[in-house]
């Protein structure tokens, strides 16, 4: 059992950095009036913040030209691709990107506290976890076209995507070193260098994918090998600048150190990867149910267009996700309590902020952003019926990520996959099922059931536990955390 002391490696051990800007001052900013205090602390999330959506916008990016180019290719090209990224890559992608969350607490936390070298040793643990997933998701690839058949998914496009699926593979594993890569990075606030890679990513994938469908006409096989290339440009990036000098006091080289306490990092990597599965898949259902109705193309239609627009601006939510980890888990792991609470109270305002501007934009605009994706009356007819439902949601979307955040900081994860299993399955696909179908409102009846039964219970309770929670204990439960991962031997309390 760890003593109370937070004593497993030796202050003399630690390398000696200058004061960062936006971890210290604490002291400081204690005594300071509320204004001061709130912009100090808006910088040090946007400086996470700004970084992070261009990142994942220059990231998604690669995705809408990949289907661009294929699009070119055939009305089957295109399918193969949106279904192999969307159905195969996307189940994988989920839970990879779920499970490399666990080094936002652990990282997180280990640069709050100063334990600078553990950071090198965190993520070396998650490649090996990840990396041992990748082989075991790989049937997932494999045999993609007969599990697509069993989908009732048509022959023809099931091969195809199959094939699709089985030529992305290296972007499989790219994941299982790109995400810790990103997260280790963003932890230690070095977020420009995220935002510079995936730039330099994009523009290879753009001229890759010309040459490759254009140029030298690979088809569909060539569109989807491309995806490959920016990928593991983006981590071979991420990696070069992390080892050769860009993190001298975080990484300090490989380690048999990342061999220990394995078991440990797989559970809290498993219980990080299923609550964001939970919530990831949760739309995905949405769109299957709504595929599912009697005359659902101009329904599946008009719910596609909203989701496009809702996951465009999921980009901020996503990104204050991150921040919010990232500010909650260095506040806790440097012992600062109050300091987390009030990060995380400066992280759900500016984001509610930003989410009402969307909210009353989508409402102004309730009849004419549909026009951007479709002329067809009748899909823009039903668009304009479901843009309220779409502004509540990105109004929602802007609370519910920022507290998942704070879950992730704190390292709540196994208890909010509870959670998130109770809202979105227990009551919100049965609420979405008995308003689509018993009370025959149709895509409008399963949106609502899902997103006010489901995602509007979530936030509540995750709302509840954050506004009761003992900051002052969660800072005594980090150090003690730090110390068991420190020495995987020791056991919390």
Request: glycine share 8%; hydrophobic share 50%; aromatic share 12%.
């Amino acid at each position: 059992m760890p003593s109370k002391e937070d004593s497993p490696l030796e202050e003399a051990n630690l390398p000696l950095l200058e004061p960062h800007p936006l971890t210290d001052e604490r002291d400081d900013e204690q005594d300071q009036k509320l204004a001061p205090r709130f912009w100090i602390e808006s910088k040090k999330l946007w400086h996470i913040v700004g970084p992070s959506i261009l990142s994942r916008v220059l990231s998604y990016s690669m995705l809408v030209i990949t289907q661009a180019f294929a699009g070119r290719l055939g009305d089957l090209e295109l399918a193969a691709i949106s279904i192999a990224n969307n159905v195969v890559v996307g189940f994988d992608f989920g839970l990879l990107l779920g499970m490399a969350s666990a080094l936002e607490t652990l990282c997180g936390q280990a640069f709050g506290a100063k334990k600078y070298h553990m950071l090198g040793i965190y993520m070396q643990r998650s490649w090996i976890v990840l990396f041992i997933c990748c082989i075991l998701l790989l049937p997932l690839y494999l045999f993609a076209s007969p599990v697509l058949k069993l989908l009732g998914q048509p022959d023809e496009l099931a091969e195809l995507s199959g094939k699709v699926s089985i030529w992305m593979l290296p972007v499989h594993f790219a994941f299982a070193f790109q995400f810790p890569l990103q997260r280790f990075l963003q932890c230690q606030l070095k977020t420009a260098p995220i935002a510079w890679v995936s730039l330099v990513a994009l523009l290879v994938h753009v001229f890759v994918t010309w040459l490759f469908v254009f140029k030298l006409e690979f088809g569909v096989i060539g569109a989807a090998a491309t995806i490959n290339f920016s990928w593991w440009v983006l981590t071979l990036g991420l990696f070069g600048y992390s080892v050769w000098g860009g993190c001298p006091h975080t990484w300090t080289g490989f380690s048999v150190e990342a061999f220990s306490g394995l078991w440990d990092f797989v559970k809290l990597s498993a219980a990080a990867g299923v609550m964001l599965c939970l919530e990831n898949w949760y739309y995905k259902i949405l769109i299957v149910m709504t595929g599912n109705l009697e005359n659902a193309e101009i329904a599946v239609d008009a719910l596609s267009i909203c989701m496009t627009v809702n996951s465009l601006e999921m980009m901020i939510p996503l990104a204050f996700f991150a921040a919010t980890g990232v500010r909650v888990a260095n506040e806790l792991g440097a012992g600062n309590g109050k300091g987390a609470k009030f990060a995380t109270t400066v992280s759900v305002v500016t984001s509610v902020i930003i989410g009402l501007f969307f909210w009353m934009l989508i409402l102004i605009l309730h009849d004419k952003f549909g026009y951007i994706f479709s002329n067809s009356k009748p899909v823009l007819d039903q668009v304009n019926d479901l843009s309220l439902l779409l502004a509540f949601t990105i109004l929602l979307n802007s609370v519910q990520p920022v507290l998942s955040g704070v879950a992730v900081g704190s390292g709540w994860q196994s208890y909010v996959a509870y959670i998130n299993l109770g809202c979105y399955y227990i009551i919100g696909v049965p609420l979405g099922f008995l308003m689509g179908w018993v009370f025959k409102l149709g895509v409008m009846g399963i949106w609502a059931g899902m997103i006010f039964g489901g995602t509007a219970t979530q936030t509540l309770i995750l709302s509840i536990i954050t506004i009761k929670c003992d900051w002052d204990k969660e800072a005594e439960i980090a150090k003690m955390r730090l110390t068991k991962w420190a020495d995987p031997k020791q056991e919390l309390n």
